[in-house]
């Protein structure tokens, strides 16, 4: 099972993105985005690609709670790769 885990935009370049959460960064893809994006904004990623942006006080109460199934699963690291 996949989720779309909250991402901050931290750079853009055309329609790619770096995208960083629990300090792992990612480049991601904004081509499906509807709406445009700019730095700072929370978005939704899934399997690379950003699909809609997310409120910021909404995006940090969601990584809360992946934050705490990680620490209850034993999980120590977040790797990029995890975040897809």
């Known amino acids: 099972m ?3 885990v909250p991402s901050k935009i931290i750079n853009i370049r ?3 993105a770096t995208v960083e959460v629990y300090g792992a960064q990612r480049n991601i893809s904004l081509l499906l985005m509807p709406d445009a994006a700019k730095i700072g904004d929370f978005v939704l990623v899934h399997a690379g690609f950003a ?3 997310v409120d910021k ?3 940090e ?3 809360k709670y992946i934050k705490q199934m990680l620490d209850e699963t034993g999980e120590r690291e977040v790797s ?3 975040l897809s």
């Open 61 to 63: 109460e969601a990584l």
């Open 80 to 82: 990029p790769s995890r």
């Open 57 to 59: 006080d909404a995006a």
């Open 51 to 53: 699909i809609q942006k």
């Open 14 to 16: 055309d329609l790619n």
């Open 2 to 4: 996949c989720i779309a």
